[in-house]
């Protein structure tokens, strides 16, 4: 149990590295379009989302109350889909990273658990790392591709969602397979 919380700490240490470093580089971000003016777009946004929250456009509860004038609007477009924050604060706050850090440590210890299962099949610890890895891409492939083709998500921004989340899981993967590898044989 030790090794699992251990690698799991230190899983969430390179993952939170590595995410730090994606994150503040210039490379995702050449996937998203600016407006003209973030001050007026802000403006207009605040009238137009009054409250925190997501917000889709055409709204779905029109796709049962009207649905010809819903085909209608989603043919026109634009086709809309916004998480507002009203009064977000200071941009990665202590508190954000802090409740960031204990999602990956608690996404790298369920890895933990995955390979604790498994281990018994897969010896070796680049058996265990291929595995989560495969994992990862999977889950990158069906989440990342998945908002493409379901949302309407931009491609790029996407793409780098899942170069983002496939090293997560590679590095993960790493390093809990390390501490999670079988027991070794007890010698009479």
């Known amino acids: 149990m030790r090794g699992l919380v251990t690698g799991s700490f230190l899983a969430a240490v390179a993952t939170f590295i590595f995410g730090a470093l994606f994150w503040t580089s210039p490379l995702p971000y050449g996937a998203v379009r600016e407006v003209g003016s973030d001050t007026i777009a802000a403006a207009l946004l605040a009238r137009i989302f009054p409250d925190s929250g997501l917000y889709m456009l055409p709204s779905p509860s029109l796709s049962s109350t009207d649905p010809e004038r819903y085909a209608e609007l989603h043919r026109e477009g634009p086709v809309v889909t916004a998480s507002v924050v009203h009064g977000a604060g200071e941009p990665m706050a202590a508190g954000t990273l802090a409740v960031g850090f204990l999602h990956q440590f608690v996404g790298c210890l369920l890895i933990g658990l995955v390979l604790l299962q498994v281990s018994p ?26 908002a493409v ?8 921004w996407e793409l780098w969602n899942l170069v983002h ?3 997560v899981w590679i590095i993960a993967g790493l390093v809990m397979a390390r501490f999670t590898g079988a027991a070794p044989p007890v010698r009479t």
């Open 121 to 146: 099949a897969l010896p070796s610890l680049g058996g265990r790392a291929t595995f989560i890895a495969l994992i990862g891409l999977t889950a990158a492939y069906w989440t990342n591709l998945g």
């Open 165 to 167: 989340d496939v090293v």
């Open 149 to 156: 083709v379901w949302w309407r998500s931009p491609l790029g």
